[in-house]
């Protein structure tokens, strides 16, 4: 049986294998940075006579090498996700210093929470260890994307139906930031924070508006900012409805909070059965808009492995071509963008599809060949995420009841002893100490 690898660790690939020894390398480099007493205790060592001597042994800043430092900090409260990198080595500290990023921005709540944690390492853990031979590793996007959607399930456990509701009416510019900063060569920079609903609706205008002038997005946003422009917006929300207060998923930010899902699903003009849309069969060679909208979100990006376009904005690859029979479904579709669907056009690249799983397995020009995952909200490993969720939150409101049965247990017992030691004090003509303190 052959066994599941990445494609960054194969030894028989020169090129990986150099470059899998460089990671290795790499890897010990910044443990050895590591202070001593890098875990708490009673005499740490000083941060910037620390900092100081690494700057002076590796040429790096202090904030690069912060960023490393904090990075190895946080996989080592991810001890099963320590233990695989350790293994493989298939991850650059750039891919932990996005884990380290991606935790650093989670709120406060759930600093130190255990379940979260486990959790968190529990996900990366089954994203980052290989199902097949030859796959390709996931990108940083994907990694800080499990950890946004893994985490704002908890974050909207506490959030009661009129909190939800509140916050989806409250106007945006009572929650967004604004500010500006000038650029050199004379240009103005913009940084804007919008509430999680109005950014995705001024991105879908900014996109829309670009595509339908021509213009860059930053003319389009201008445009729209300083123009009289009317621009209809069309954005696809994924949802399961066979799944209890399952979330729902933006192809831009994953799993929205439930106030954007709010504020959103009061907009909503059209619904489309995505199990309808993954068995249609068409005779033209145009794919069928619902048959689209199902790609997208079994996609998310381009499949030509290390793609990262959208796939809203690819072609839908026929893998059997029209004219040679092939049909118009989505088991015989893939997502490309218009320079890699010209390259499998050219046949200097082959590919086969699994239905079952959405993976797409590559042959390359030079006779390798590599695995590539589907990413979005529709994809089997996708799925599979939702409906654990759901078990996850079932367990967490089950545990809930009973520590509250536990507590009001707890304070009933209480109750009959505060009862029992005056009934005692009385029955033994005991009272209370009242007199003066002299």
Same mark, same amino acid.
């Given at each position: ?8 660790? +194969? ?24 202070? /001593? ?29 912060? /960023? ?167 954005? +696809? ?83 059997? +071509? ?9 088991? +015989? ?56 969720? /759901? ?40 009272? /209370? ?6």
């Amino acid at each position: 049986m052959t066994t599941a690898t990445f494609t960054v660790t +194969n030894p028989t690939d020169p090129v990986a294998a150099a470059h899998h020894q460089a990671r290795i390398a790499e890897y010990a480099a910044w443990r050895a940075c590591l202070p /001593a007493d890098h875990e708490p205790g009673p005499d740490p060592v000083d941060w910037t006579t620390h900092a100081a001597t690494l700057t002076r042994s590796t040429g790096h800043s202090p904030g690069f090498i912060a /960023a490393n430092l904090d990075a190895l900090h946080t996989l080592d409260q991810l001890p099963r996700l320590r233990a695989l990198v350790e293994d493989l080595h298939h991850l650059e500290m750039r891919h932990l210093r996005a884990i380290d990023t991606a935790l650093t921005a989670t709120p406060a709540a759930l600093v130190g929470d255990e379940e979260f944690q486990a959790l968190i390492d529990r996900e990366l853990v089954e994203l980052l260890s290989p199902t097949r031979p030859h796959q390709l590793r996931p990108s940083i996007r994907a990694i800080t994307r499990l950890i946004a959607d893994a985490t704002r399930p908890y974050l909207d456990e506490d959030i009661t139906d009129e909190e939800v509701a509140e916050a989806a009416d409250q106007p945006p510019a009572e929650r967004g930031t604004y500010t500006t900063h000038p650029r050199t060569g004379g240009d103005i920079g913009f940084d804007i924070t919008l509430d999680q609903a109005t950014g995705l609706l001024v991105d879908e205008a900014v996109k829309a508006h670009a595509t339908t002038t021509g213009m860059t997005r930053a003319a389009a946003f201008a445009d729209l900012v300083l123009g009289q422009v009317h621009v209809s917006v069309a954005m +696809n929300l994924y949802r399961a409805t066979d799944v209890p207060d399952a979330p729902t998923f933006s192809l831009i930010a994953g799993a929205l909070t439930r106030a954007a899902a709010a504020s959103l699903s009061g907009k909503i003009t059209l619904t489309r059965d995505m199990g309808t849309a993954a068995k249609l069969t068409v005779d033209s060679y145009r794919t069928p808009e619902g048959v689209r909208v199902y790609l997208d979100g079994r996609d998310l990006v381009c499949r030509w492995p290390g793609c990262n376009r959208p796939a809203v904005t690819t072609q839908k690859d026929h893998r059997i +071509n029209h004219e040679d029979g092939g049909e118009t479904t989505a088991d +015989n579709l893939v997502s490309l963008c218009q320079h890699h669907h010209n390259r499998k056009t050219d046949r200097q690249v082959f590919y086969q599809f699994d239905e079952a799983t959405g993976d797409v397995y590559w042959l390359l020009a030079d006779g390798t060949w590599c695995v590539d995952r589907a990413e979005g909200p529709l994809a089997p490993r996708q799925r599979t995420w939702v409906q654990t969720l /759901a078990q996850r939150r079932l367990r967490r409101a089950e545990r809930a009841r009973l520590r509250e049965r536990g507590r009001v247990v707890e304070e009933k017992v209480h109750h009959l002893l505060e009862d029992l030691d005056l009934h005692n004090a009385r029955t033994t003509g005991e009272e /209370a100490d009242t007199s003066p303190p002299f």
